[in-house]
């Protein structure tokens, strides 16, 4: 593993925004959080998927997809590099400072978390043919669990890729050694892509998901999380991973958030279709009943190149201060050719949103 500390800079860029009065007083762009992943220098330039984790020790840890891993030159340009990007990476944020964990050959970046195929082959199989783009996490006896989709690339093109089933990967604390690669088979038997969300409840630890746009939900006892899991089937629970069934009747982003504030739960997301929309729906239970929809934030976009989107907002529950909570979003261009030319875009953006607009 290669661990290298990141100090952040930021660079404005031209965008254009439909925010409100309203929206204004009660959502703030986090500078901070910003700052904090946007490096010049050698490292890391980039990221998406953006989930976090808090770890026992008060560290938390950063969980992102496909990672540009090189150089950003004083211009803002990035340096190219061969493999373009990793498929996933960690950054381990302990206060103020930051520590960015890959593998690293000697000779080629990887990803932390590599697909038994590729390995197998000695990458003759490529990471650009076979990978995983990391979920959700959380932290069980002292390990740290991080769901993780596995990803076939079946025709060209930006995405050309199939989904191939979900693992959860175990690391030791605090020294985050891979232990343990377990494969997760319920979702190839109902379709759903696992991970995407968890939340540890009282009694259950609740794992989401989404199929065909919609959000479906399994449980585990939180005292053995190796039990076997239960299904919502929009009614009641079962034990037939087939039985599932949505949630909610919400379009939802792949990537998203259910949090619990004051005995309520929020389902945070991003709308489909690479909206720019993030919404936030309430309920009594954290499986059903989603109702009470609000518009928290409409993500700004650049006026410049209508080729940018964003996408896959999630919630930092552990960064909660007087401003409100803080809520990621990822940015991206569909043109590979943009990452090079503005370094600025391929990154996590930040924002926060009071508590007030959030609950009444």
Wanted: charged letters at 20%.
């Amino acid at each position: 593993m290669k661990r290298i500390f990141i100090i952040g800079t930021i660079i404005g860029t031209v965008l254009v925004s439909c925010v409100n009065k309203e929206e204004k007083k009660s959502v703030v762009i986090d500078d901070e959080f910003n700052e904090y992943f946007y490096q010049k220098g050698d490292g890391f330039t980039g990221g998406d998927g953006t989930y976090s984790v808090l770890l026992p020790d008060g560290r938390t840890i950063w969980i992102f997809g496909d990672t540009f891993v090189g150089a950003v030159n004083d211009d803002n340009t990035r340096t190219k590099t061969d493999p373009i990007y990793i498929r996933n990476s960690f950054i381990v944020q302990d206060g103020s400072n930051f520590e960015f964990i890959f593998n690293d050959t000697g000779y080629v970046n990887r990803s932390v978390m590599i697909p038994p195929q590729v390995l197998a082959s000695d990458f003759e199989i490529s990471e650009y043919e076979q990978w995983y783009w990391p979920g959700d996490g959380f932290v069980d006896n002292n390990y740290l669990k991080i769901f993780a989709s596995e990803f076939h690339q079946v025709d060209t093109g930006m995405w050309g890729f199939s989904w191939e089933g979900t693992a959860l990967f175990t690391y030791s604390l605090p020294d985050l050694k891979e232990t343990k690669v377990e494969i997760i088979d319920y979702g190839l038997k109902n379709g759903v892509h696992y991970g995407h969300a968890v939340l540890e409840d009282e009694n259950f630890l609740y794992i989401y998901g989404l199929c065909e746009g919609k959000a479906h939900v399994a449980r585990v006892g939180i005292a053995n999380v190796n039990d076997k899991w239960e299904f919502f089937n929009g009614e009641v629970w079962t034990k037939n991973p087939e039985d599932s069934k949505p949630m909610a009747d919400i379009n939802g982003s792949e990537q998203f958030s259910i949090i619990k504030l004051n005995d309520i739960y929020y389902y945070f997301t991003q709308d489909g279709g690479l909206s720019p929309e993030i919404h936030v729906y309430s309920s009594q239970k954290p499986y059903t009943g989603w109702t009470n929809k609000k518009h928290l934030y409409t993500t700004p976009l650049d006026s410049l190149n209508s080729d940018i989107f964003t996408y896959n907002a999630v919630v930092h529950p552990q960064f909660i201060d007087e401003r409100g909570i803080l809520i990621s979003y990822n940015t991206n261009s569909f043109k590979l050719s943009d990452h090079y030319k503005d370094a600025g875009i391929y990154r996590p953006k930040f924002i926060r949103v009071s508590l007030n607009k959030i609950d009444n």
